[in-house]
């Protein structure tokens, strides 16, 4: 373990104590982990001082998942960031440590891609993608994390190293299965395998505008039944768009009530973007453009990048949540998003993936006050209660963590969140891996 790996003073490291949330926590210690061996020493000597160990990448989560657990030990991988691309077999291997987008840029070099690819895909670990399962804006098309994972080597709570799927040659239970999206509640991953696919060319990008969000939800929901799958489909309600645009200008964005962004890649027809225009224009779009040069569509996309750095600039509290639903009601779930808005002091808008109905909703308050929070828990429980009443999930990418596992009772009924404490409690049995989420606390809803 080199000299500085492990912290005691974190004086001056106040990024440590948060991740993307408001949650906060002082760690006990910090240990930046450089190798299998340091993480296993790590929770070799938790156990037996009974020290819970909260596992961190790079921090970008939104769930509150990485925030230190009392009196813990935060054990960060950024430091594992071996990377082998074999463009042969057409995956690749790495350490947690490793930032999406470096994997990206590495696999591009042979030609190949690793479609999943979050928003945050410029500083998020893979080692987070997986602890979150993280989707993306391809993920319609491609799928998610879960999707591109062929092994893992993971660290169990009893400092035995777990290897699934190509690192124990695909043999027994499916192990791995259980670790992607656990939240690092069950063991801490510290080697990976992923499956690399053919780089797709990029074909037309079109923006459309719409004078009713709901409009554009079911231009959404159209093209979906239609079984048409563009690359990217991405839908902001007008209040996001100007959102967007009161951070950086770069159109009367401010001026439509709903925008939706879709991308096709160069192996589709031209019949498919025509297609996809037609059910805008049926949907009653009152703008629509349309771009082929790369250089071009990137100002397109402006709005949807400025989007995440605008809400944080605008306002004294944001909490952002990531409900997802069946397509065919994500015109009602943004319908009642607009509601929400209206109804409330906050401000609330949305924009998400809308290829998977997986929608993001961000709370706005002007502070950070305790009746400004209680506000926010407010709204947020009555979009959590909704979603569940149209049949969706309280987490599409964003994963439960801190933020929503009072929740929890809402969408599994005992039984099944008995069975999940069981697991915990197969692979942690003392309870010390991310010990306060994911799973429910006593408090749960009725």
């Known amino acids: 373990m080199a000299p500085d790996s492990l912290i005691t003073d974190l004086t001056g490291r106040d990024e440590y104590h948060h991740d993307a949330t408001s949650y906060r926590a002082a760690p006990s210690a910090l240990l930046l982990a450089e190798s299998v061996g340091d993480v296993i020493t790590a929770i070799d000597f938790c156990a037996a001082e009974e020290i819970p160990i909260t596992p961190r990448g790079a921090g970008t989560g939104l769930s509150g998942g990485c925030v230190t657990s009392p009196g813990g030990l935060l054990l960060s991988t950024e430091r594992l960031r071996d990377l082998d691309i074999q463009p042969d077999r057409k995956q690749a291997v790495c350490g947690p440590g490793v930032i ?45 994390t879960k999707d591109y994972v062929l092994g893992l080597e993971a660290v169990l709570a ?15 239970f499916s192990l791995g299965d259980v670790i992607i999206g656990s939240e690092g509640t069950l063991a801490v991953v510290t080697r990976m395998a992923f499956r690399l696919v053919n780089l797709p060319g990029r074909g037309e990008t079109i ?19 239609a079984g048409l799958i563009p690359t990217v489909m991405e839908f902001l309600d007008g209040d996001a768009a100007a959102c967007s645009n009161e951070y950086e200008k770069s159109d009367d964005f401010d001026r439509v009530a709903a925008l939706l962004l879709i991308e096709i890649s ?46 944080k600039a605008l306002a004294g509290l944001r909490v952002s949540e990531d409900v997802a639903v069946p ?19 906050l401000r609330i808008n949305s924009y998400g993936h809308a290829g998977d109905g997986n929608l993001h909703v961000n709370f706005m308050a002007p502070t950070d006050s ?26 599409g990418e964003h994963g439960i963590g801190l933020a929503k596992r009072r929740y929890l009772a809402l969408e599994f009924d005992p039984p099944t969140l008995a069975l999940m404490t069981k697991v915990k409690s197969t692979y942690d049995p003392n309870c010390l891996l991310n010990p306060d989420k994911l799973l429910p ?3 749960k809803l009725q």
């Open 441 to 443: 606390p006593s408090n």
């Open 207 to 225: 923006l459309v505008g719409f004078d009713d969000p709901r409009d554009g939800a079911q231009a959404v929901t159209d093209i979906n039944a």
């Open 158 to 172: 009893d400092g035995s190293l777990l290897k699934t799927g190509i690192f124990s040659r695909n043999r027994g």
């Open 100 to 144: 999406t987008k470096e994997l990206l840029d590495a696999a591009a070099r042979f030609g190949l891609t690793y479609p999943p690819d979050p928003a945050s895909y410029e500083e998020s670990t893979l080692g987070g993608n997986v602890a979150e399962n993280a989707g993306g804006l391809r993920c319609k098309r491609y799928g998610v």
């Open 266 to 311: 160069d192996l589709d027809s031209a019949r498919q973007a025509e297609q996809i225009r037609f059910f805008c224009q049926k949907n009653k779009c009152s703008c629509l453009r349309s771009e082929s040069d790369p250089a071009r569509a990137d100002g397109l996309w402006k709005v949807r990048r400025n989007l995440t750095n605008a809400v």
């Open 370 to 395: 305790e009746a400004d929070r209680n506000e926010v828990e407010k709204w947020v429980e009555t979009l959590m209660r909704k979603t569940i009443d149209l049949g969706g999930t309280l987490t």
């Open 327 to 345: 397509n065919s009601r994500f015109p009602t779930l943004v319908e009642f998003v607009a509601d929400m808005n209206r109804l409330s002091r």
